[in-house]
């Protein structure tokens, strides 16, 4: 695959490029640290995955971080799973994310907005204060360095305070989102064992009110090991009892105190979204993330502190804690908490114009939804202050980029990104120095040696091929929480390739760099030997108006054939005829691949979803080949369980 011959879409001009922190960033570590001078990012990524303990010593010093202890090196183990990062080293995540309250205390941290009212500013200086006030009431209730504290919260100040007092103790934090029920919840708390539990009564999503108390009361009796529940009253209610008040517990002028840890102690646990079993209970720890995200968000965002990032998240998304690191660079964060299509499907674009966004942020399901609806964001509100608009939870479509182009702004710098809950940021994605080609990702992460191999283990450039990193990242695992021998995080990333990182996509590496997502490798169609990802699919088939969403699978069968049905949720007024049947096939043979025209189309209610809004492709693989649901899903771990149902009766059908 080449596009090298092609227009960009984008083309970031001299003055752009020469102002953008990741060219001063190599300038200065050609000088400091024998990166190369010329050549720009194609030679400094060479270089920084060739020479990867100079590299990571340059953005420490770069974005100077504080050691309060020194390292005795870089990296003094490169094994995968194992390696070990700055050893040696002590320093606080917290500390790090409240360094601008010390110049710039009057100036915006936080911008919260909800679907009730304007976005509301809380200073540097307030935050600091909170934080200081909650970490030493942690301290009080007894929660030590290692201690797991969780939160049950929207998307709102009083979490990330929550988050930031956590780690200034040096416990380790772990949140759901509000919408998640209470078994998905105490599925993923009752891994860890909380010591304290931060909740709200309820919240408000789509114009309504959604109480939450009983859901509360319920994690509260299932976790024993509890020794505090704070009470945050969203909608307005006194603290349960044996609660405490939130305002109680963050109404002190204290001075923060940041516990000084090494570099791999724990941070948070995120959870993957764990189809089968439960979920995975991933830790990472304060060092990795705190200069894995500098890197990500300092250099290849281009955020500092005249930004305001604001990215449509949940707490129950790894995207939450990678838009509370924007902290890191100074930047202000804009929180919303509420529906992302509410009043309308233009509402993301609407806090955007609010807030002052400069980097916004969402999934490629909203910009496709946005397209559908005929939003026009570019006339209709003011988004002039917008440099970037990113997407991620799935590949953007071709047709995402050239809407964004077209209806928000031509000289609009598209970053679609690519990464994972497992190492809470990108592999591949943004560059602000680099152009932007339709449908492809500009480059991999620096530090991050990204390559695509065949099923042999040899590189690909231009093919499909499986995505494996094959030098360590600072912000991968450093275990997975009761996993005591690795065994599970071994069979996740090392099983297929031993030493390499391999990830679960299909992706092609283009000639001149560029990095296409294809959609996972373990649902990906391969009819007669010809390879294609789920995304292809979905991305050919949802332009037509009547599909507003649909899920393929290709099913290997016992007598060596091939099974691969679509199932099409229809637009609102639609009817699956055979005149609509023969458009989608036809629509698939010639933009993608005869070979990959489906052997049914099936009309479903809706597409089933993980709690993160990924298409269920595997589960759902694994009930039409006759796996019992219980064995084929977590159930906990999915948006509608009754839309399984379906493909449990149809496997019955097929099979009898």
Sequence with gaps: MTSAHTEPLWQPDDAHIAAAAVTRFQAWAAEHHGAPAAGGYPALHRWSVEDLESFWRAVAEWFDVRFSTPYERVLG??????????????LNYAEHALRAAIERPHDTALLHV???????????AELRRQVGSLAAELRALGVRPGDRVSGYLPNIPEAVVALLATAAVGAVWTSC????????VLDRFQQVEPVVLFTVDGYRYGGKEHDRRETVAELRAELPTLRAVVHIPVLGTEPPEGALAWSALTAADTEPTFEQVPFDHPLWVLYSSGTTGLPKAIVQSQGGILIEHLKQLGLHCDLGPEDVFFWYTSTGWMMWNFLVSGLLTGTTVVLYDGSPGYPDT???????????????????????????????????????????????GSPLPPDGFRWLHDEVRADLWIASVSGGTDVCSCFAGAVPTLPV?????????LGTDLQSWDQSGKP????????????????????????????????????MFPGVWRHGDWITITDHGSVVIHGRSDSTLNRQGVRMGSADIYEAVERLPEIRESLVIGLEEPDGGYWMPLFVH??????????????????IRTELSPRHVPDEIIEIPAVPHTLTGKRLEVPVKRLLQGTPLTKAVNPGSVDNLDLLHFYEALSHNRNN
């Excluded at 679907?115 to 509301?120: D, F, I, L």
């Excluded at 233009?346 to 114009?353: D, I, M, P, S």
């Excluded at 609806?373 to 608009?389: M, T």
């Design 77 to 90: 183990d490169r094994s995968m799973p194992g390696a070990q990062w700055f050893p040696g080293a002590t």
């Design 177 to 184: 989102a509000p919408d998640f029920g209470a078994r998905s």
């Design 570 to 587: 229809l637009a609102d007024g639609a009817t699956l005829d055979e005149a609509l049947i023969a458009r989608i096939k036809q629509t």
């Design 346 to 392: 233009g509402a993301q674009w609407r806090v955007a114009e609010r807030t002052g966004a400069t980097l916004y942020g969402t999934s490629a399901a909203y910009v496709m939804a946005c397209a559908k609806a005929d939003v026009h964001p570019g006339r209709d509100f003011d988004l002039s202050a917008i440099n970037c608009v990113a997407t991620t």
């Design 114 to 124: 909800d679907e009730t009212h304007e976005p509301r500013p809380v200073t540097w």
């Design 460 to 495: 690909l450039i231009g093919e499909v091929g499986e995505l494996v990193v094959t030098n360590p990242m600072p912000s991968m695992p450093i275990r997975f929480w009761n996993d005591p021998d690795g065994s599970r995080y071994r069979d996740s990333y090392f099983e």
């Design 437 to 445: 080609h339709i449908g492809e990702l500009q480059a991999a992460g």
